[in-house]
């Protein structure tokens, strides 16, 4: 019963290519996150999504877009994907927006651009 | 926006010795600092947080202890075990404990258990 799971968990493909990360929570929380870890391991939130409110981090290309069929999903895409993009992108869920920082993560999906 | 610098980005000590990891955090209105542990290729779990009205807080072998004015928290392990060799993240968060913005977190700290 994981509480927070991606996929998938690894994905490699080509430049310029369009892809999709799925995000599913089973723990009931209202809001969940992207997160992305770069390659010298720093985290940093992407986007957060609380009752259909998207929260979007200014430094985030728009060539990234969150999408939420439901409160207990909320898929990643991407498109025009670039080098630069290769990281590891975890999905997060928490209560709601007072307790982000007591987030549980998904297991993370390691995306690497070639 | 909220800026945390973590300290030292790579820590190695013998087993048994104690480790203390340092942050320090840009907005004095932040008042929520969890602290992750990272497991190789594994996803980042909390251990230990504390509140701004709080000075310390311990959890067995593991202390976080805060310094408001001063704007730094840290962490620290006693009696380090093989297994608490990870990286560990602190983080500072706006709000009563979380917000939009989610987690600023810090670079992270490599921490070596050496045998």
């Known amino acids: 019963d994981t509480a927070v799971s991606q996929t998938p968990k690894y994905l490699v493909t080509q430049m310029g290519n369009d892809k999709s990360i799925k995000c599913e929570q089973n723990l009931g929380h209202d809001t969940m996150y992207w997160y992305k870890q770069d390659s010298k391991k720093f985290l940093k939130i992407m986007f957060s999504y609380n009752n259909k409110e998207l929260i979007i981090n200014e430094t985030v290309p728009n060539r990234f877009s969150p999408k939420s069929p439901d409160k207990a999903h909320l898929n990643l895409h991407i498109n025009s994907l670039e080098l630069g993009d290769s990281a590891v992108y975890f999905c997060?869920?928490?209560?709601?927006?007072?307790?982000?920082?007591?987030?549980?993560f998904g297991q993370g999906t390691r995306l690497t651009v070639v | 926006g909220e800026n945390v610098e973590q300290h030292p980005s790579t820590l190695s000590v013998q087993e048994g010795d104690s480790a203390v990891i340092k942050c320090t955090y840009s907005?004095?209105?932040?008042?929520?600092f969890p602290w992750y542990k990272q497991e190789l290729g594994k996803r980042p779990q909390l251990i230990i947080d504390?509140?701004?009205?709080?000075g310390e807080k311990k959890d067995q072998r593991i202390a976080v202890t805060l310094n408001k004015t001063a704007k730094h928290f840290s962490l620290h392990i006693t009696e380090t075990q093989p297994e608490d060799s990870a990286v560990y993240f602190c983080a500072a968060s706006l709000g009563a404990g979380g917000g939009a913005d989610g987690l600023t977190f810090g670079k992270g700290t490599h921490l070596i258990i050496q045998p």
């Open positions: 907005d004095s209105a932040s008042n929520y």
């Open positions: 997060a869920s928490s209560q709601d927006l007072t307790r982000a920082a007591e987030a549980f």
């Open positions: 504390i509140r701004s009205n709080v």
